[in-house]
């Protein structure tokens, strides 16, 4: 390596889709099975899971393959928009480091009321001989 060469020491690798579902899996495998080896167990340090690149990535997935993934969210951001415009690892790296941190905040969902007409249900009782 050249002398005047900058080392990139931000680089991070993040796992393909199908290897950071197979580790999703394993892991969920793994706790299955210490579940249920002991009924009293107790999983308190679940929270690095939630951050885990692997988990990351393979919740990001989900969310880009479900039918809903050309619509915005409540954030106004498409998974278009990211893959485009953001770029996905640039994305969930900067998620990654708010939830570590405990600054995540989530949005409020969108709540939209549909009105539902008045049920018309007969309560008149029909009496059987």
Known sequence: MPGDAVVNTNAVNWPSPGLANFKVQEMQIKLHRWAGENKSRRFDDLFNLVYDRAFLMHAWERVASNAGARTAGVDRATVAYIKDRVGVQQFLEHIRNLLKSGEFEPVMVRQVMI???????????????
Do not use: E, F, N, W
């Open 115 to 129: 009105p539902k007409p008045q049920s018309t249900v007969d309560l008149r009782v029909i009496a059987v001989l």
